[in-house]
T-cell receptor
Framework: QKEVEQNSGPLSVPEGAIASLNCTYS??????FFWYRQYSGKSPELIMS????GDKEDGRFTAQLNKASQYVSLLIRDSQPSDSATYLC????????????FGTGTQLKVEL | DAGVIQSPRHEVTEMGQEVTLRCKPI?????LFWYRQTMMRGLELLIY????????DSGMPEDRFSAKMPNASFSTLKIQPSEPRDSAVYFC???????????FGSGTRLTVV
């Protein structure tokens, strides 16, 4: 089992819909979780961080964390074509010090 | 703040040549990370430094790769000799504290022919 797993997609959603991106991780006691957005040919950009169980909202983005089930998700409301990108889940695994372990990313396509 | 600055943006070199990638972290950040990204393997951590000290270099592929951080504002990743399989995008990132996310540089696209 990979330490951080994501469905590679592509996930296609119509403009205005809710996009739901999921990530599972192997380390039950991990404490820090991050979502990055990466446009084609660009560097990853941090969009959300979450540390406690439950939901965290920031504008159109909501991160959800369930430590018992070892998954973290990202919801994008009112999806726009400009949201089309690859979304990377990153976890600070126990014993990993300060490093983040990234999933391979989910490609999101928002269609007009 | 200028962000994390990497140079060069693109590098094309011949197999067997030495390649040096450079990174200037955000001022005040005490952790610096070198990642490599390929389509096949995604983002892989090569090495990271805390307060200029290498902490984890388990991701460095082999002895051909080396990294240094002589001071808080500069780091290099060197590949000698380079091979075609080293072709990838190399990212440098920095962070302020252990529980924060990273800020990535723009990356260096390396092509070894």
């Amino acid at each position: 089992q990979k330490e951080v797993e994501q469905n590679s997609g592509p996930l296609s959603v119509p403009e205005g819909a809710i996009a739901s991106l999921n990530c599972t991780y192997s380390d039950r006691v991990s404490q820090s979780f991050f979502w990055y957005r990466q446009y084609s040919g660009k560097s990853p950009e941090l969009i959300m961080s979450i540390y406690s169980n439950g939901d965290k909202e920031d504008g159109r983005f909501t991160a959800q964390l369930n430590k018992a089930s070892q998954y973290v998700s990202l919801l994008i409301r009112d999806s726009q074509p400009s949201d089309s990108a690859t979304y990377l889940c990153a976890v600070r695994l126990t014993g990993g010090g300060n490093k983040l372990t990234f999933g391979t990313g989910t490609q999101l396509k928002v269609e007009l | 703040d200028a962000g994390v600055i990497q140079s060069p943006r693109h590098e094309v070199t011949e197999m067997g040549q030495e390649v040096t990638l450079r990174c200037k972290p955000i001022s005040g950040h005490n952790s610096l990370f070198w990642y490599r990204q390929t389509m096949m393997r995604g983002l892989e951590l090569l090495i990271y430094f805390n307060n200029n000290v290498p902490i984890d270099d388990s991701g460095m592929p082999e002895d051909r790769f080396s990294a240094k951080m002589p001071n808080a504002s500069f780091s290099t990743l060197k590949i000698q000799p380079s091979e075609p399989r080293d072709s990838a995008v190399y990212f440098c990132a920095s962070s302020l504290q252990a529980n924060y996310g990273y800020t990535f540089g723009s990356g260096t696209r390396l092509t070894v022919v």
